[in-house]
């Protein structure tokens, strides 16, 4: 079946840093990708939709200059939280759109620790 | 904003007890979607029901669709200790593009 490869599934940084995360569709292409955020025992809350070879859409109240997101291929989009602070600590999922009756496919999600 | 809303919000039963997790939404939707996820895992993909399908099954799961009601529930028959984990609806609703809208999940715990 479709995978979605997401690297890595955990990162420390400091405070000020910015981290990059992966989100790679394995055996498909995928010209739409979103990103979700969660907070534990919440539920996932959409950041933006990766759309590939154009600007990303992002929901109301998300930074976008904060939260950059590049879909430069069809099986590949990034999301690089700049200047992270710790209240930018949080599990991110990436997920792509596998098929009309197959739903979404999810990365395996990262734990990102801002100190 | 979060569209879909699970009730309950937390389930304990025993092996063997059938599970019920409901779910309401507030928009026409194309189709819904439930998922399960493992505790700080990614999320895997269960069902998806189109808006014109009433029901669906896949082996214990069984879900249903009432569009007029807007709500959808997921039936875990013959429960068993690995089926621990939250559950979540979310729903596809065209505006201006696609996008999944996931509900606050249903925390299911079965005992063994």
């Known amino acids: 079946g479709a995978v979605v490869s997401q690297h890595p599934s955990r990162v420390i940084c400091k405070s000020g840093t910015s981290v990059k995360i992966e989100c790679r569709s394995l055996?498909?292409?995928?010209?739409?990708m979103f990103w979700y955020r969660q907070f534990p025992k919440q539920s996932l809350m959409l950041m933006a939709t990766s759309n590939e070879g154009s600007k990303a859409t992002y929901e109301q109240g998300v930074e976008k200059d904060k939260f950059l997101i590049n879909h430069a291929s069809l099986t590949l989009s990034t999301l690089t939280v700049t200047s992270a602070h710790p209240e930018d600590s949080s599990f991110y999922i990436c997920?792509?759109?596998?098929?009309?009756?197959?739903?979404?496919?999810f990365g395996s999600g990262t734990r990102l620790t801002v100190v | 904003s979060q569209q879909g809303e699970e009730d309950p919000q937390a389930l304990s039963i025993q092996e063997g007890e059938n599970a019920t997790m409901n779910c309401s939404y507030k928009t026409s939707i194309n189709n819904l979607q439930w998922y399960r996820q493992n505790s700080g895992r990614g999320l895997v993909h269960l069902i998806l029901i189109r808006s014109n399908e009433r029901e669906k099954h896949s082996g214990r799961l069984r879900v249903t669709l009432d569009t007029s009601k807007k709500s959808s529930s997921l039936l875990i028959t013959a429960s068993r200790a690995a089926d621990t984990a939250s559950y979540f609806c979310a729903t596809d609703a065209l505006t201006g593009g696609f996008k999944t809208i996931f509900g606050a999940g249903t925390r299911l715990f079965v005992k063994a």
């Open positions: 055996d498909f292409q995928a010209t739409t």
């Open positions: 997920s792509a759109l596998t098929g009309a009756n197959y739903g979404y496919t």
